[in-house]
Structure formats: structure tokens, C-alpha cells
């Protein structure tokens, strides 16, 4: 069995490959090889981004890359295979490499110049469903305050999601990147208007693909502005249910020291000003005027900053107290906070 050492073979451009049949190595020498490449590269994941990267230019699901070790790849495949590898090397996001990053079991479109969606950000999608059975029961219970609730409870959403005046509910999604929390919120909640908002033209194109690839187009509308200027004359005053948010909260000073994949990433997603809490504030600020008493207000935040935010909440006098809800790591994420009846 022939093994090629792709660590030497660095930069070698797909379209400069002219192997004959039958000399490509086996699927097993590619992960093996490309494992050690991306190990070098300090890629911790390194086995599983080969496996993947490997299934993406073979067009297999990654069950089968591992189930079939011993088939050779085609001249054309390892092409495919090696230049992916080559981005992924230069630690390229995995989920730009493959021009997808699953979400709330939603495969979703991504590209670079749009946010890749984190796992921690399925908190929001779970705090947001929270509250809102806490609207629709009209128990006045506090939900608990933590995060990661069966799934199955909230698929009972989808046979009762008229809001507590037995209307429509409007839910408004700030920051929305990749649409991904707007998408996961219209499949739960099936008779929601939902309104979300960029500033990235970007952005929005690709998260208008993602409501089309997910068949949702038709209850969300990507709007492009800063905030609640986006939209203007779609949301009146007192007339939204639900507002959700997972604005850039980095402080500035250390988005140069995030991970290198961070850094393919945009900074105006990620940059939050000095102490991260500039976009939160502006949002604070805004919403209370556009959310219906006994509405609310969720915020993604960064694992140190619900002190801060739960302050600002205090200071604007017109929400109750914020609740808490925490991620699979046990850090606080999310921020909930109903606006007061007066």
C-alpha cells in the first residue's frame, strides 16, 4: 500500500495532480496522513476534521468514510480531498471548508464574512422557548433558570403557539448572521412572524438561503439595518412578543487572542467595544419601547458579563428581574428579562 507523506506535499494545487488510476492512496492513509498534518497545525480535532473533510470530497456521510478504510480514493477525489485539507490547515474554519455547520439539527448554509453558529447559542433557541410557554400557559411561573430542556417539550409548541391574546405572536431577532436562530425559532414556533435584522448584506443573503433551504421563508423576513432601525414601520410600538439577540460581546482588546479560526470570522460580529457591552446597551436602551408588557427580551452573553447585564437591566427600571440560563458547560449564556406591566 503506497502512503503519501502529505506534509511535503504542502501547496500543491489540486489541478497540478496527474495521477494515474489506481496510484491515489486508500481512505485510511488519507486520515492517517491528514491527521498528522492538522495535528501539526495545532488543530486539537484533528482526526475528525480528516474524517470530515474526507467525507465532504467523497460525497459520503462520515459513517462511511470510516466503515470503508481500504477504497482508493480517485485521482479527482484526492484532489478534492488535498485542498481541503490545505484550508483547514491554515486553520480555516471547518464549518467554511465545508460551506455548512449543523444548528438545533438544521444543516445551514455557511461562508466566510458570516458567523459560524456555535453550539452554546442552541441556548437562546432553548431560553426563548421557555419563556414562551410561560407566555402561552399564562401560569406566571418562573421558567427554571437553566438551559438544555428535553426537545420533545418543546415540539409541543407547534400544536399550540398563539400568543397569550390567542394572536399571532412577532418575535424580532437582532443580529441574526447566518439566520440560524431565527430558522430554529419559525420550526418550533410555526404561526410566529418573526423579523430579523443585520447589518451585513452578506449575511442576510445567506440566512435568506438557509429560510429557503428549511422552508420558512414565508415566516421570516431579513431585514438589513443597525438594530431596531431595520424595522421601522414592520414593528409599532408595544407590539412585539419576543425580542432575541446574540449581539457581538467580545471586548475589543482580545478579539486579536482568539483562536486562529476565530479570525477568518467578522469582527463586527464578534467586536463588542471596549467592554464587550456596547451592543448590548444600545439593545437595553431600544427594545422597551417596542415589547408588549409581559414580553421579553433574551441576550446571549459572554460567560462573565451577566453581572453587567443584569445591572443594566436594573438601571432602565422597565424589565423585571433578568433570569439566568446556563449552557451545557454550566456558564451563564443567556440572559431573559420580562418587561414590566407599566
Not at 475528525?48 to 456521510?61: K, R, V
Not at 485539507?85 to 458570516?114: D, I, Q
Not at 422552508?215 to 414593528?235: C, D, E, I, K, P
Not at 441576550?299 to 422597565?318: F, V
Request: hydrophobic residues 45%.
Amino acid at each position: 500500500m503506497m502512503r503519501l507523506r502529505l506534509p511535503e506535499m504542502r501547496g500543491l494545487r489540486p489541478a497540478a495532480l496527474a495521477l494515474p488510476s489506481g496510484c491515489c492512496p486508500d481512505v485510511e492513509a488519507c486520515l492517517a496522513s491528514g491527521t498528522l498534518l492538522l495535528e501539526a497545525a495545532g488543530i486539537e480535532t484533528a482526526r475528525l476534521d480528516a474524517e470530515c473533510l474526507a467525507a465532504h470530497a467523497l460525497g459520503w456521510p462520515r459513517w462511511q468514510v470510516i466503515l470503508t478504510p481500504r477504497r482508493r480514493l480517485t485521482p479527482e477525489e484526492f484532489g478534492r480531498y488535498l485542498g481541503l485539507l490545505g484550508r483547514r490547515e491554515r486553520r480555516e474554519p471547518l464549518a467554511y471548508v465545508l460551506g455548512m455547520r449543523e444548528f438545533w439539527s438544521l444543516n445551514l448554509a455557511v461562508s466566510p464574512g458570516v458567523l459560524v453558529p456555535r453550539p452554546e447559542t442552541e441556548t437562546l433557541v432553548e431560553a426563548t422557548l421557555a419563556v414562551w410557554r410561560e407566555m402561552t400557559a399564562g401560569a406566571g411561573h418562573e421558567p427554571r433558570a437553566t438551559s438544555h430542556e428535553p426537545r420533545a417539550a418543546s415540539r409541543e409548541l407547534r400544536a399550540e403557539s398563539r400568543g397569550p391574546r390567542g394572536e399571532r405572536p412577532t418575535i424580532v431577532e437582532l443580529c441574526t448572521g447566518s439566520g440560524a436562530v431565527a430558522i430554529a425559532l419559525a420550526t418550533e414556533i410555526p404561526t410566529a412572524r418573526i423579523l430579523a435584522t443585520d447589518v451585513s448584506w452578506r449575511a442576510l443573503r445567506v440566512a435568506r438561503a438557509n429560510a429557503l433551504a428549511h422552508a420558512v421563508a414565508g415566516r421570516v423576513a431579513f431585514l438589513r439595518g443597525n438594530l431596531w432601525q431595520a424595522v421601522n414601520g414592520q414593528a409599532p410600538a408595544g407590539s412585539v412578543d419576543l425580542v432575541v439577540a446574540n449581539p457581538p460581546y467580545v471586548p475589543t482588546r482580545d478579539v486579536a487572542r482568539l483562536m486562529p479560526e476565530i479570525q477568518w470570522e467578522p469582527r463586527l460580529a464578534l467586536d463588542g467595544g471596549a467592554d464587550g457591552l456596547r451592543v448590548q446597551r444600545d439593545i437595553i436602551a431600544t427594545s422597551p419601547e417596542r415589547i408588549r408588557p409581559g414580553g421579553f427580551l433574551l441576550l446571549e452573553i459572554g460567560a462573565d458579563q451577566a453581572e453587567a447585564i443584569l445591572a443594566l437591566l436594573g438601571k432602565m427600571g422597565r424589565f423585571e428581574t433578568g433570569r439566568i440560563f446556563r449552557d451545557l458547560a454550566g456558564r451563564p449564556r443567556v440572559i431573559a428579562a420580562r418587561r414590566r406591566d407599566g
